[in-house]
């Protein structure tokens, strides 16, 4: 089984900044994308950022310029660290990973149990 297990997020000022944590453990033999998705009320859950076991970033562009994703595949952690936020980015954030477990084999995805963002005055 993998677990993916999220931590950070709460509640923040507009302007301010917060940063998301995620840990991926389990049985499984390599990451090949961890990524971060948000869920407002109401909307879809749409893509914020993800990142690809060779280090190919892809973001939202609501989020360029505020957002940065990072990760380190051999710790199996990925980090959201969120700048200048608004309150349209108040949202579940969900962490994914994308996963092998043989060579050569098919990706699973695996989702967290999301953490809540809110940005409010």
């Known amino acids: 089984q993998v677990q993916v297990v999220e931590s950070g997020g709460g509640s923040v000022q507009p302007g301010g900044s917060l940063e998301l944590s995620c840990a991926i453990s389990?049985?499984?033999?390599?990451?090949?994308?961890m990524g971060w998705y948000r869920q407002a009320p109401g909307k879809q859950r749409e893509l914020v950022a993800a990142?690809?076991?060779?280090?190919?970033?892809n973001y939202a562009d609501s989020v360029k310029g505020r957002f940065t994703v990072s990760g380190d595949n051999a710790k199996r952690t990925v980090y959201l660290q969120m700048n200048s936020l608004k309150p349209d980015d108040t949202a579940v954030y969900y962490c994914?990973?994308?996963?092998?477990?043989?060579?050569?084999?098919?990706?699973?995805?695996?989702w967290g149990q999301g953490a809540q963002v809110t940005v409010s005055s």
């Open positions: 990142i690809t076991s060779g280090s190919n970033i």
């Open positions: 389990g049985n499984f033999l390599s990451i090949t994308v």
């Open positions: 994914n990973a994308d996963v092998t477990k043989n060579l050569g084999g098919p990706s699973f995805r695996y």
